[in-house]
């Protein structure tokens, strides 16, 4: 299963809307999650089943989607989400991730 | 508090092997899959492979890409995964982290994460 995110990367400003994309080529019904990664750290799940927030996420963050197209929505961009996020689906063996979007400063 | 900590990196010849732990407490380790997902440097994360947990028999399943010359296991008396890396390429340089899994497959790869290991493949 290929996942293609968009953008691949895009520049926001603080209390920013952002909308990121993942696309899998065939249905994954709700097997997808989120993932935060900043330089040099290890990555940060963020949430599960394509909608359900991992705890202690902050409730900025919220995704949507099922079948082949899929949303994580950061309601109001903070300074400690310019990061790199990756979707990944888990319906199918091998298990594969997107490619990411970087978020910058605007 | 659940801690997972990789170990094993270093720099090894095309051809050659080596062997990851990954060290975990703070949880009960049999009830979890586990994972292992590399990034190479400069790009995105890859799955590389996963051991199911006690109630799924520890069943392994593998990225294509290393299917053949890789092997996971784990000891749950021991609270360790392992990823022994065999007939090495120089496009598995990458940091491999642990990770652990969720109580059922299709959850996620990683609620926790070790802080990961590099392993370069180079002459």
């Known amino acids: 299963i290929q996942l293609t995110q968009s953008p691949s990367s895009l520049s926001a400003s603080v209390g920013d809307r952002v909308t990121i994309a993942c696309r899998a080529s065939?249905?994954?019904?709700?097997?997808l999650a989120w993932y935060q990664q900043k330089p040099g750290k290890a990555p940060k799940l963020l949430i599960y089943?394509?909608?359900t927030l991992q705890s202690g996420v902050p409730s900025r963050f919220s995704g949507s989607g099922s079948g082949t197209d899929f949303t994580l929505t950061i309601s109001s961009l903070q300074s400690e989400d310019f990061a790199t996020y990756y979707c990944q689906q888990l319906n199918f063996y091998p298990l594969t991730f997107g490619g990411g979007t970087k978020v910058e400063v605007k | 508090e659940v801690r997972l900590v990789e170990s094993g990196g270093g720099l090894v010849q095309p051809g050659g092997s080596l062997r990851l732990s990954c060290a975990a407490s703070?949880?009960?380790?049999?009830?979890?899959?586990m994972d292992w997902v590399r990034q190479a440097p400069g790009k995105g994360l890859e799955w590389v492979g996963r051991?199911?947990?006690?109630?799924?028999?520890?069943?392994?399943e593998y990225a294509a890409s290393v299917k053949g010359r890789f092997i996971i296991s784990r000891d749950d008396s021991k609270n360790s995964l392992y990823l022994q890396m065999n007939s090495l390429k120089t496009e598995d340089t990458a940091v491999y982290y642990c990770?652990?899994?969720?109580?059922?497959?299709?959850?996620?790869?990683?609620?926790?994460w070790g802080q990961g290991t590099l392993v370069t493949v180079s002459s």
């Open positions: 990770a652990r899994g969720g109580l059922v497959a299709a959850t996620f790869s990683g609620d926790y």
């Open positions: 703070g949880f009960t380790f049999s009830d979890h899959y």
């Open positions: 051991s199911g947990n006690k109630a799924e028999s520890y069943t392994t």
């Open positions: 065939q249905g994954i019904s709700s097997y």
């Open positions: 089943a394509a909608s």
